[in-house]
């Protein structure tokens, strides 16, 4: 039986065609932005999160059910406006040719030049997730505005209200040949990363970014790929436990653990085990004093994602792990309104549990442990590249051995999640946890073709190279032939 057409996913995928090809004619007639006009872009996204933050306060709380309004202004408003701050103060500098060397030298000296220009790719399409709607996208824009493109935003269909706030903001302030949202489902998402865009951005699940990579490859469409993975936690034995669980849990209830960035499994000697319990269980109580009406601690963002970490558990506990559950008021959380799951320790976690096989998405930690650190760095290298490492404690020689021998798409060290808040530092995966990287400058170049230019001599010194190859061509190639 054929599927019926839903009129509201074709006119999504018209729309969207028009759109491009508006953008990328737009692109061809006018040329290359100013810095002015690049800046302007930057301050009116400023201005827009600015004059509409407590709209996308309520539109993020309506689609997560719970979620703190402090956080969200946090992570999802200031945590935007900072890259958009710092691109429009960087960018005059970011946009400067930047002189290379040229070879051989003596080529120079007779007045060759080589230069790199930076060189707006054009088109840019930006898909985005549910967890952080606004800060994700802001963030993918900033750069893509910086190096001079146009945007066109797939934003997630999960987060319904904040998606329908984002096209509407964003129309007040923006024509569309600047940026346009795209509002759809899967079926629209499918459609979007076929596009023939000049670069497309996605941030997501790993396996949804198989499928992105495929449809983009049809368009060769470069791709930046921000996926995610099984992060690891490292407690070494010189690691203060109050203050590394305290750190370790913030990251781990942080939007109740739905971040790409989140500790996913957490590796420990066995004589830490109890204390790293004790800690986590204290810092938990002291952060979330209560958990089933806090407004503070998240909600996950649907049943399907609420039964899926539920069923993490379970599985683990049939097959034999402790199951810690932290729920310091001793709450009942069979009825709520909402769909809350208490931190949850997984002790003694096994590879044939499913919450060591796939990412979490949740406030639920299983807990390994090793005798020497080189157990840790065997089991971290047997899985997937992961987007993340973590690293805590005070031995210098664990924590070389573990940024040297093991591959993650960043680290941070006594803390989790904090390197993605460096504006200055570069922000990706490495294979199955993402391709290419975003953020400050990285984002700038990524966004950017860089155009390599090369200036002749006007002399006709190299005229030696043209054929007949005599003796003077013979030695200037006898001379490139020495070790």
């Known amino acids: 039986m054929n599927k019926p057409v839903e009129p509201a996913i074709e006119e999504a995928k018209a729309r969207m065609r028009t ?6 004619r737009t692109n061809v007639r006018k040329g290359p932005p100013s810095a002015a006009l690049r800046k302007d872009r930057l301050t009116r996204c400023i201005t827009l999160l600015l004059t509409h933050q407590d709209d996308f306060v309520s539109a993020i709380q309506s689609d997560f059910g719970t979620r703190s309004r402090d956080m969200t202004l946090l992570t999802d408003v200031a945590a935007a406006i900072g890259p958009l701050k710092q691109a429009r103060a960087e960018l005059d500098g970011w946009m400067k040719p930047r002189k290379r060397k040229v070879t051989p030298s003596a080529l120079g000296l007779f007045g060759a030049k080589a230069e790199v220009r930076y060189q707006p790719k054009g088109a840019v399409g930006v898909m985005t997730p549910w967890n952080f709607p606004v800060q994700l996208a802001m963030d993918a824009i900033a750069g893509a505005f910086a190096a001079g493109n146009s945007v066109m935003l797939k934003p997630s269909e999960f ?43 996605f941030t997501g699940a790993t396996s949804v970014g198989r499928h992105v990579m495929r449809a983009a490859a049809d368009n060769l469409t470069p791709v930046t790929l921000e996926l995610g993975g099984k992060s690891p936690v490292v407690v070494g034995r010189s690691a203060d436990m109050a203050k590394t669980a305290a750190r370790v849990m913030q990251g781990k209830t942080m939007n109740a653990g739905q971040i790409c960035l989140a500790p996913d499994y957490l590796l420990a000697p066995q004589e830490s085990v109890a204390g790293f319990v004790d800690a986590a269980k204290a810092s938990v109580a002291k952060m979330y004093p209560t958990i089933k009406d806090n407004g503070d601690y998240t909600a996950m963002i649907n049943q399907r994602h609420f039964d899926r970490v539920k069923g993490l ?106 390197h993605f808040s460096m504006d200055d530092l570069p922000f990706g995966g490495v294979g199955p946890s993402g391709i290419g990287a975003y953020h400050g400058h990285r984002g700038f170049l990524e966004f950017s073709h860089e155009k390599a230019i090369y200036r002749q001599i006007s002399g006709e010194l190299l005229a030696m190279l043209r054929p007949p190859y005599g003796e003077t061509f013979k030695k200037q190639v006898a001379a490139r032939l020495k070790p």
Do not use: W
């Not at 759109?19 to 990328?24: G, P, T, W």
């Not at 964003?170 to 865009?197: H, N, T």
């Not at 008021?329 to 060591?356: C, N, W, Y």
């Open 313 to 418: 558990i379970a599985d683990a506990k049939a097959k034999g792990a402790e199951v810690i559950e932290i729920n310091p008021a001793g709450e009942d959380f069979t009825q709520q309104e909402h769909r809350k799951i208490p931190p949850t320790l997984i002790v003694g976690a096994t590879d044939d549990m499913s919450v060591m096989q796939e990412e979490i998405f949740g406030p639920v930690l299983p807990i390994r442990t090793y005798t020497a650190l080189d157990e840790t760095i065997t089991e971290i290298n047997a899985r997937p590249r992961p987007l993340a490492l973590y690293y805590f404690g005070e031995d210098s020689a664990e924590s070389e051995a573990l940024l040297s021998r093991t591959h993650s798409g960043g680290v941070t060290i006594n803390d989790v999640i904090f």
């Open 159 to 201: 987060t319904p209200a904040t998606s329908a706030l984002l096209a509407e903001t964003f129309d007040l302030y923006f024509d569309e040949e600047e940026i346009a949202v795209i509002l759809g489902g899967p079926d629209v998402g499918a459609a979007f990363s076929g596009l023939p865009f000049d670069h497309l951005i």
């Open 19 to 24: 759109v491009l090809d508006i953008q990328k």
